[in-house]
C-alpha cells in the first residue's frame, strides 16, 4: 500500500467506502482511498458497482468536518447535499478538461449524453444536527470499453469525446480530481456564501433541466410528462408537472427518470 499526496492506492478491497469507513480514524481529511479492483463495490439504490478491474477509477474521499486542517469547514446537515453538488460538479470539471461534455443527472449520476460514465455514492455521518464526517465513493468509468449486457446505458472516457483509441493513466486522472475537488471546498463549502454560489453552479450542469421528457413518480406509480426546474433547500428535486400543472417536489428514490 503506497500513499502519495493524500491518495492510498489498493490493489485490491471489497469496497472502498468500506475501505475508508474502517480506516476513518486514521486517515487525514480529505484523504482518498483508490482500488484497482473491488470485490463488493456498492452504487446507489443498494446496487453493486461493476467495474473492470485495472481499467477504471474506484475511488473514495473521506472529509471530516470542521477539521483542524482547515479545509473543510463545520456544515449543518441541513447543508449536506452540498457535498453532493461539489463531488459531481468536480467529476464534471475533470470531463471537461479532457474535452467530455458531461452533465449531472439528480442526484449525483454523471451523464454523457443518455449515457451514464461515472457514480457517486455518498455515506455521511452526522452528529448533533451538523456534519461530523463524509465518504464520498466515486466510480468513474475510463478505458473501459465492453460493459454487461444488463446495464442499461454505461458509456466511458474511452468512448467518448476526443480520448477515444487512447488509453488513460489512471493514477495522475485521480490526482487531477482531487486538485479540482479540493478547489471547489476551498471556493465554496469554506466561505460565507458560498453554498449559494456552489447550487447555482450545480443547477447549471443538471442534464435535462427545463427540457419536457417522461418521468415515473414512484409514489403513484405514474408516468407523467413534466420538466426539472430546481431543487428545494436541502436538495430535493422540483419537477413540473405539465399533465396536472403543478409543482411536485421528489426525494431519492421517488422518482424515476425515463431514458
Known sequence: MTKKHDIIWLDTTDSTNEEARRNILSLDNLSVVSAYRQTAGRGQRGNSWSSVPGENLTFSVVMKYGHESGLVSPLRACDQFAVSEAAALAVVDLLASHDIEAKIKWPNDIYVSDRKICGILIENSVRDGSMASSIIGIGLNVNQTTFDPSLPNPTSMALSGNTRSQSISLEPLLE???????????????????????????????????????????????????????????????????????????AFKEISYII
Open 176 to 250: 487531477e480530481f482531487v486538485y479540482i475537488f479540493k478547489g471547489y471546498c476551498t471556493r465554496y463549502l469554506n466561505i460565507t456564501g458560498g453554498l449559494s454560489r456552489l447550487r447555482r453552479l450545480y443547477l447549471s450542469q443538471m442534464w435535462r433541466k427545463d427540457i419536457l421528457t417522461e418521468y415515473t413518480d414512484l409514489l403513484e406509480m405514474r408516468t407523467f410528462k413534466g420538466r426539472i426546474k430546481g431543487l428545494t433547500d436541502i436538495g430535493l428535486l422540483i419537477v413540473e408537472d405539465t399533465e396536472k400543472g403543478e409543482l411536485k417536489e421528489f
